[in-house]
């Protein structure tokens, strides 16, 4: 069997020595962030989640942690208005963003978000544990407006997962937001 010459890459030595790196991270790096409307200067480890950020860190314990590979859409928050799975987000690249977790929806005298009220007048929950990440990324889904049928809606929310089954009732929920929204 011939040897095989394999191209350096441009900058490699192979007798150099280990390669030296810009040096060791810092401990903590400071950010800013917006959390339920409340402007927040913050310290983090260069490695912290948004999810770990807000659960850990903020005690806002309403982002659930399922999965922490994106997959089943627990942890979904509301960046600058748009969903995503915050257990994949870095807490320092979301530097300057505002984040809206379930407990910033309702208004400040406690009155329910419309979709918080839907999900309850529908029952579109079981054991609960998915509802946050469900009606954040419900109430982007309204907004994003791609949704006009069932079946756009189940597409839309697909990267949400309801071990308990209760997908029916969750888009009965979104189905009466999106109608009220539209009647405006």
């Not at 379930?102 to 839907?118: F, R, S, V």
């Not at 990324?137 to 597409?155: M, P, Q, Y």
Request: glycine share 10%; proline share 6%; aromatic share 4%.
């Amino acid at each position: 069997m011939a040897d095989l010459e394999l191209p350096l890459r441009q900058g490699f030595a192979p007798d150099a020595g280990p390669a030296q790196g810009p040096g060791p991270l810092p401990d903590e790096i400071p950010i800013t962030l917006t959390i339920n409307g409340e402007r927040r200067a913050l310290h983090v480890r260069p490695w912290t989640t948004l999810l770990d950020l807000l659960r850990e860190d903020l005690s806002l314990y309403g982002t659930k942690k399922g999965c922490d590979h994106g997959q089943c859409g627990a942890c979904t928050v509301l960046l600058d208005g748009e969903r995503i799975n915050s257990c994949l987000a870095l807490a320092v690249m979301k530097d300057g963003c505002e984040v809206t977790t379930i407990e910033g929806l309702a208004g400040p005298d406690g009155t329910l978000h419309p979709m918080q009220e839907a999900f309850i007048e529908h029952d579109a929950f079981q054991c609960g544990y998915c509802t946050p990440g469900q009606i954040c990324s419900a109430v982007a889904l309204v907004k994003e407006g791609h949704a006009t049928s069932r079946a756009e809606i189940r597409e839309h929310m697909s990267g949400n997962l309801c071990r308990c089954g209760a997908y029916t009732n969750i888009v009965d929920a979104i189905e009466d937001v999106l109608a009220k929204e539209a009647a405006k």
